[in-house]
Nanobody, 108 residues
């Protein structure tokens, strides 16, 4: 099971951290990924974490980072220098299991 949190309304240029809490089995066995979706559009890959390695879409490279708290089975997506085009519902996924999503809105 996956549960995201942390979505909010933030001004352009601001920062936000999303959290994804996973079951222990998922967290320790599989990679964790973040996707985002705008209504009427396909879900877009944002980033993937595989242990100590993380990979990012070109659109967020250099602005987003991923950290982990192994004790809490939690992955964090740190988003900096947010832009209006980052507005979307953000989903955490692992082993084809999806969370419910959390809304991020970047607007002045």
């Amino acid at each position: 099971q996956l549960v995201e949190s942390g979505g909010a309304l933030v001004q352009p240029g601001g920062s936000l951290t999303l959290s994804c809490v996973a079951s222990e089995n998922l967290f320790k066995t599989f990679s964790m990924a973040w996707y985002r979706q705008i209504p009427g559009h396909e879900r877009e890959w944002v980033a993937t974490n595989q242990g100590v390695d993380s990979f990012f879409a070109d659109s967020v490279e250099g602005r987003f980072t991923i950290t982990r708290d192994d004790a809490r089975n939690t992955v964090f997506l740190q988003m900096n220098d947010l832009k209006p085009e980052d507005t979307a519902v953000y989903f955490c996924t692992s082993a084809k299991i999806w969370g419910q999503g959390t809304q991020v809105t970047v607007s002045s």
